[in-house]
């Protein structure tokens, strides 16, 4: 595989379970992202993380846990979510945070919160 | 932070050129102009960046205004596969800020192309 990938690509939950997205990168990258993107709205950041140490929660829900225990690997858990918590939720990696590296984009997860 | 204006919308016809322009009148001089598309169903991908100096790569141009108000997307033979949503984004390069690196979408611009 190449690129970014994510996992599941489509997931449907109620608001009292517990998942977890998964993203990882075969681009040998330093720096990983989650975004959320609702509908009619712009991508937004939430977290950043750098040779695996966060360095940005974009004032984020705690209901939203993300986890990096490497830096080829991401994860986002979820529980007891909202229904306005359903979105599109993109991971991205780039070699830095410099504005000098492009981010590559994962596909996303489609998450519908019932 | 500086932000970024682009039409709602634009169309083309295949095969022939598209400009798409962005206005951002509050750039500093730290700014990178970024611009990044979104196809459908798909996560963004870059498209080209640029600081002060017109730009080319295989996919597109970027050409900035002199005074760096204003930059146009240039794709010089619009194709089906071009039909997306594209986003100009200034990146600050100021290291230490808090800002510093960060993709600010907007709205962007959705580009319609006709067979």
């Known amino acids: 595989e190449t690129g970014v990938t994510q996992t599941p690509r489509h997931l449907v939950m109620g608001m009292t379970n517990k998942k977890s997205l998964k993203c990882e990168q075969h681009l040998g990258h330093n720096a990983m992202y989650w975004y959320k993107q609702s509908a009619k709205k712009p991508l937004e950041l939430m977290f950043v993380y750098n040779f695996k140490e966060q360095t940005e929660n974009n004032s984020v829900p705690s209901r939203f846990s993300p986890e990096c225990p490497n830096s080829s690997h991401l994860f986002l858990h979820l529980h007891t979510l909202q229904p306005e918590d359903s979105a599109l939720y993109l991971c991205a990696s780039s070699q830095g945070s410099s504005p000098l590296y492009e981010q590559y984009f994962g596909p996303g997860t489609r998450l519908t919160v019932t | 932070d500086a932000k970024t204006t682009q039409p709602n919308s634009m169309e083309s016809n295949e095969e022939e050129p598209v400009h798409l322009p962005c206005n951002h009148s509050?750039?500093?001089?730290?700014?990178?102009i970024h611009w990044y598309r979104q196809l459908p169903s798909q996560g963004p991908e870059y498209v080209i960046h640029?600081?002060?100096s017109n730009v080319n790569n295989r996919m597109a141009s970027l050409a900035i205004a002199e005074d760096r108000k204003s930059s146009t997307l240039i794709l010089h033979r619009a194709t089906l596969r071009d039909a997306a949503v594209y986003y100009c984004?200034?990146?600050?390069?100021?290291?230490?800020?808090?800002?510093?690196?960060?993709?600010?979408f907007g709205q962007g611009t959705i580009l319609t192309v006709h067979p």
């Open positions: 984004i200034l990146r600050d390069s100021r290291a230490g800020g808090t800002s510093y690196g960060k993709l600010t």
């Open positions: 640029g600081l002060t």
């Open positions: 509050t750039i500093s001089g730290t700014d990178y």
